[in-house]
């Protein structure tokens, strides 16, 4: 964890106070999720497949820019082109 400063304490209670308010999906919304795009990566459109946990549910809207975590903002993505969006952005 890294040292707590007053910006890191500010930030961990906002994100705290946001999933109370704005939480998760549920189980049955993201098996809705999964159905709703055909068990495919809505960028990609490669076929997934829920029990090698090859999707993984993301923002549309991240959070850090006011995104929300209702079903909405949500699509379904190949689990590595999650981590390579994260990755393109940190390299930017």
Same mark, same amino acid.
């Given at each position: ?9 500010? *930030? ?7 999933? =109370?308010?704005? #939480? ?5 919304? @993201? $098996? ?19 029990? *090698? ?7 549309? =809207?991240?959070? #850090? ?5 209702? @079903? $909405? ?20």
């Amino acid at each position: 964890m890294p040292k707590m400063t007053p910006g890191y304490a500010k *930030n961990t209670m906002r994100r705290t106070l946001q999933a =109370v308010v704005d #939480t998760e999906p549920t189980n049955k919304e @993201i $098996s809705i999720l999964w159905e709703y795009f055909g068990s495919a990566c809505a960028y990609c459109g490669l076929p997934l497949k829920k029990e *090698n946990r090859e999707g993984h549910i993301d923002h549309l =809207v991240s959070t #850090t820019k006011n995104g929300v975590n209702h @079903i $909405s903002n949500r699509v379904l993505i190949l689990f590595n082109l999650q981590w390579r969006r994260k990755r393109r952005k940190s390299l930017a």
